[in-house]
């Protein structure tokens, strides 16, 4: 399952490559140009569509509309997937207007939090109070919710979303979230991918003055 | 350097769950508890600390205090480290007022944007033109920036970056940034992210049906 993660990721990362290849006017593209633009190797982009059944033609590569559709399919985005987000601060704001959801098919559709100050019916993207959560997850019929709070209240939200019947959770509270079964559960620590490069870059500059 | 980086990123994740376990009055902690607070087994924590010459009295475990010193010196964060962001947009925002860094010893100097309506020389952190990127870079001797601006901008923004003498860069535009040897590039792609949750849970969903 860890390989295979991977392999998604990279995934949709061609899926962004090919977007943009698109839009330079491209109808096909060869393995080489993936594996540039996403930074693998060229026999890495084969493997990874074989290992889903996508094969390419050996002399006319890819056409990047059937390569777009057939990556859309594996990753489920074929219909819009409706997403929610617990945590309307900093994180959670940038998120609901983030931009980059809607192009690749998802779409924010609520956020809620415990402060009465950020509920927003208005909204664009309504902000409610989290004892609606489960109501408006179950009404909704949603599987897929974001957390965007601090990490003393993240476990709590956790068990929040898993009892309303949430199935994956993006986690971008600095504290490891663990999740039964039945749950997927992807955390991403900001403080942590910063932490790494720095340390890269004053491990670089050690070796140099050595 | 790959295996290294997965080891590095626990280092952080470990030092998380210790100041978690300080605030709730621990003194000292066992592999176990840490293992349990970041998802990996006691075998694994043993490994990276000794990878970094870390190493606990077996029947005593660590202590916290101790061992949080060691991270951060092999973190390189005994001192500040001074950050740059390059996008004010919505991400850049939340960056610029995400508490987590200054708690870990980053701080957010300056951000810089093309857009003259966003430069702002009286905020908490000041938006400057990005014509200023380059002499504010090298007056202050920054060696890490943020990148927060649209795919078709990152390109751009990264080769300004290299020029001012950026070292490390933490890319959040969804492209696959690459630079040269002398630089550090971790690129986090957050609808690649959550994409990758959406996958698991259809396939999970898929296989529960047959």
């Known amino acids: 399952m860890i390989t295979a993660k991977n392999c998604v990721a990279r995934l949709s990362r061609y899926k962004s490559a090919l977007n943009r290849f698109k839009t330079l006017g491209f109808v096909k593209v060869f393995s080489d140009n993936l594996a540039d633009a996403v930074g693998a190797t060229s026999s890495q982009v084969r493997k990874d569509f074989s290992v889903f059944g996508i094969s390419g033609s050996k002399r006319g590569g ?18 819009v997937q409706q997403v929610i987000i617990v945590g309307a601060g900093n994180i959670g704001s940038a998120l609901m207007n983030f931009k980059g959801f809607e192009k690749e098919g998802m779409k924010i559709v609520a956020c809620f939090d415990t402060d009465p100050t950020k509920v927003n019916r208005l909204g664009n993207i309504q902000v409610l109070p989290i004892e609606e959560l489960k109501s408006f997850v179950l009404n909704n019929k949603i599987k897929i919710g974001i957390i965007a709070v601090p990490d003393n209240a993240a476990p709590g939200v956790m068990e929040a979303l898993l009892e309303a019947g949430i199935k994956g959770v993006l986690n971008f509270a600095p504290i490891q979230l663990k999740a039964p079964e039945e749950c997927v559960v992807n955390n991403v620590n900001i403080e942590s991918e910063l932490e790494n490069v720095i340390y890269y870059v004053n491990a670089l500059q050690k070796s140099r003055k050595t």
Chains 1, 2 share one sequence.
Request: aromatic content about 6%; overall charge negative; charged content about 40%.
């Open 62 to 79: 890819y056409k990047i509309d059937e390569l777009i559709e057939k990556i859309n399919n594996i990753l489920g985005k074929n219909e």
